[in-house]
């Protein structure tokens, strides 16, 4: 089983930057990609970003340019870097990987993007 913390959120002005991290223990050697998604007020939640191993990204069309994930293997860890942030970036951003067929998610961090 994994355990994943996020952290990093807040409120920011649009255009603002925002950098979340993920914190991933337990059997972490299973681990492979790890991905971001988000969940805005009274919609679905929606993948933003995965990263592989080996350290391959993929983005959702409405971030590409403006948000980075990286990750440390040392670490454990995997970062979202979200620059020129909107509105409609606004939700809670949550953490998740596949292991053993097995979701699993963190409790999310809340992104706000308001003036």
């Known amino acids: 089983q994994v355990q994943l913390v996020e952290s990093g959120g807040g409120l920011v002005q649009p255009g603002g930057s925002l950098r979340l991290s993920c914190a991933a223990s337990g059997s972490i050697f299973s681990i492979n990609a790890i991905d971001w998604y988000r969940q805005a007020p009274g919609k679905q939640r929606e993948l933003v970003a995965i990263i592989t191993s080996g350290g391959s990204s993929y983005y959702a069309d409405s971030v590409k340019g403006r948000f980075t994930i990286s990750r440390d293997n040392a670490k454990n860890t995997v970062d979202l870097q979200m620059n020129s942030l909107k509105p409609e970036d606004t939700g809670v951003y949550y953490c998740?990987?596949?292991?053993?067929?097995?979701?699993?998610w963190g409790k999310g961090t809340l992104v706000t993007v308001s003036s």
């Open positions: 998740h990987t596949i292991v053993a067929h097995m979701n699993n």
